[in-house]
């Protein structure tokens, strides 16, 4: 197919430079591992900023809720991906709120 690529020393130093890393299969339907230390990186900074205990504990719910319908790299989800969620929030959320405040 490739007749000047030398397979056996291509592979050799293939190896070598894959040995230095830790490489982990993801599953398709698993929530990527990139995006779950992502979200607790987001609720860490949040704690140190000082946020209750009761909001961080939301936001964890909401950021897993997320990830488990998403399931891809953080920085595979584009900005309207995080939006056309949140807007499907308002539609669960919203009646409740309305039937609470009369």
Request: hydrophobic share 40%.
């Amino acid at each position: 197919m490739y007749p000047n690529i030398e397979v056996e020393n291509t592979k050799n130093k293939l190896s070598t430079v894959l040995s230095e890393y830790y490489i982990q299969r993801v599953e398709l339907g698993e929530v990527h591992p990139d995006l779950e230390d992502k979200i607790q990186l987001f609720i860490s900074a949040k704690r140190l900023v000082g946020l209750s205990s009761i909001t961080l504990d939301n936001y964890l719910l909401e950021l897993s809720r997320f990830a488990d319908i998403e399931k891809k790299k953080a920085e595979d989800i584009a900005t309207y991906v995080y939006v056309k969620y949140l807007n499907s929030l308002i539609f669960y959320v919203y009646p409740y709120f309305l039937k609470a405040s009369k």
